[in-house]
């Protein structure tokens, strides 16, 4: 979310001609005063909501990425492509394709299945509406796996004030998904009849942007997630002491709190400080904070240099643990190192290059994109059983993107 | 009466007054905010793929500025 920033000569209503107004309506009309005050208060009223200049709907691009992720036995890769484009004066419509390929053998894989390949694709359609100083967006995502498929729905609404230093986000998504098994049958991969669960999922954003100073943005985020239905993975086993193992079991409703604190900061250069913590708690008793922090530098007028690290910590759910006690058992159990007590830091680097200098024929802009990131996962209470030694977990993973983005 | 008025009086004096709060960045101070190194969000197809796979490897999610979509990514 950005707060619009005003293009053009704002045109505000002052004290001094609301009070030139009043004297003119004393004179004309020989009213109450009580009339004049409520013309005042509807002028004022009107004078908050006329457009002092108008927010602004997302630029027109294009952009392709080829994305690649390697680590702890996994390896994704595939596009990415985004087109939005504006069409009238008011609404922009916006198209995405996505596709994870997928070759696996991480740890869960190791311990409990042999390495499989897998494809999910993602589509989206959106749409923008705009109309004076708000911003109208609905969208529509739906994927596919060989063993999942999911469709969401997406709605938002920004408006601005405060003469464009201040930018009120509100959102709602509903999500739906259908969860199968897969079979292997003489070397072909098919759904188990027998298995198909649903689950259904509503979030809830807030936030707002605030422009603080010539030099100073911040954007303060609230989200409230809720799923019901079938949450677990069909595959994953829980461990017992005694070496035996069971199917996992999971609540089937979660709700979670994520509140978040973004800023940017212009430095006396050309060049900015970023700056985010996000605070996160849910009913399975799972916290975690994150920080990140980055820095961005332009070098002449064709390169953009890039720099962040982030850092994440969280703690267990509550019916998750390494190793259960056969004769202690619970409702709910959990061995999804995702739930476990674990820590992570990514470093990254990205580089721009503007091939399009003062753009050509119908492309305003054009650049090339590249970024690396490195990210380290340290499991606190996940241990790795390919091993007798059963030692803590940890693993790493390289992430790289290519990408051309092109505004026209 | 007086009451009525002054209550009416009070409350026109309140919204007037919350008009006239100026903008303390005027728009030609803005230069530096409308510097695309300054954007939230430059690159939403980027953000979009990082936001994804640390959602896929971590139990947090939401407030990350991005909209999601399921995903059997576990």
């Known amino acids: ?408 | 009466m007086k009451i009525h008025c002054a209550t009416l009086l009070l409350t026109s004096l309140l919204l007037t007054s919350g008009c006239s709060l100026q903008p303390w960045v005027k728009p030609y101070e803005r230069a530096k905010l409308a510097d695309p190194i300054m954007s939230f969000d430059p690159n939403p197809i980027s953000t979009s793929y990082i936001n994804h796979i640390y959602e896929a490897r971590e139990g947090a999610r939401g407030a990350s500025g991005g909209e999601g979509g399921g995903c059997g990514c576990n």
Do not use: C
């Open chain 1, 1 to 408: 979310m950005v707060p619009a920033v005003v293009k053009g000569v704002a045109v505000a209503a002052t004290n001094n001609e609301l009070q030139g107004l009043k004297r003119a309506l004393i004179h004309q009309s020989g009213r109450s005063n009580i009339r004049v005050i409520w013309i005042m208060a509807g002028i004022t009223t009107m004078a908050i909501t006329l457009p002092l200049t108008a927010a602004v709907l997302p630029e027109d691009r294009f952009d392709a990425l080829f994305h690649y992720y390697n680590g702890g036995g996994l390896t994704v890769q595939g596009p990415s492509i985004q087109a939005r484009t504006q069409i009238g004066n008011n609404t922009s419509f916006s198209a995405k394709y996505y596709v994870d390929s997928i070759s696996s053998a991480t740890i869960d894989v190791q311990t409990s299945a042999s390495k499989y390949v897998e494809k999910r694709e993602e589509q989206s359609i959106g749409i923008t509406y705009l109309r004076d100083k708000s911003t109208l967006s609905l969208n529509y995502t739906s994927s596919e796996e060989n063993d999942f498929d999911a469709k969401s729905a997406h709605f938002s609404l920004s408006q601005d004030m405060f003469g464009d230093l201040t930018t009120l986000y509100m959102g709602y998504s509903r999500g739906w998904d259908e969860i199968y098994k897969t079979l292997k049958t003489n070397g072909n991969i098919s759904r188990d009849p027998g298995f198909a669960k649903e689950a259904d999922r509503q979030n809830f954003r807030l936030g707002i942007s605030q422009i603080l100073s010539k030099e100073l943005v911040t954007s303060l985020n609230y989200e409230l997630i809720t799923d019901k239905g079938y949450l677990n993975n069909p595959y994953r086993s829980v461990q017992f002491t005694d070496g035996s193992k069971l199917q996992e079991e999971y609540p089937n409703t979660r709700s979670s709190n994520a509140i978040s604190l973004r800023a940017n900061y212009h430095l006396p250069y050309r060049a900015a400080l970023h700056g985010s913590y996000r605070f996160y708690s849910d009913t399975w008793g799972i916290g975690a904070n994150t920080f990140d922090i980055g820095y961005t530098h332009p070098y002449r007028e064709q390169w953009v240099f890039r720099s962040h690290y982030r850092t994440y910590a969280q703690s267990r759910a509550n019916f998750y643990q390494d190793l259960f006690d056969p004769y202690a058992p619970q409702n709910y159990m959990a061995r999804d190192k995702e739930l476990s007590s674990f820590s992570s830091q990514t470093v990254g680097l990205g580089v721009s290059y503007n091939l399009v200098g003062q753009g050509r024929g119908f492309i305003d802009k054009g650049t090339v994109n590249f970024s690396l990131d490195h990210m380290r996962y340290n499991y606190d209470d996940f241990s790795d059983l390919s091993n007798s030694s059963r030692n803590p977990y940890h693993f790493s993973a390289n992430v790289m993107q290519l990408y051309l983005s092109l505004w026209y």
